[in-house]
């Protein structure tokens, strides 16, 4: 048996759906850009203190390990954050 959805609670359920994805975009943004910096900083630090660093760490392998902690920050975050919101919003219809 089908139920019957009506079109308004359709686009009911997609305006939230959105809204809960922008949301984890934001937390996301807000993460990776902490941790971008949280992870630069003493990357670059070693990098001129440590004679190892100095010879096996270029300025690519630098910015990888920066831009690996920055996009890991971001998609734990978002995610988080969308299954946060969804779960507030899957309460309040129930």
Known sequence: MAKNVSLASMDQKLAMAKRCSHEGVVAGA????????ATAIPTFA????L?????YLNPTAKALIVSTAAGMAYF????KTILKTARQNSFKQA
């Open 76 to 79: 734990v975050v978002a995610d």
């Open 51 to 55: 004679p190892w660093a100095r010879t």
């Open 30 to 37: 807000k993460a990776a850009v902490v941790a971008s910096v």
């Open 46 to 49: 070693i990098g001129k203190m």
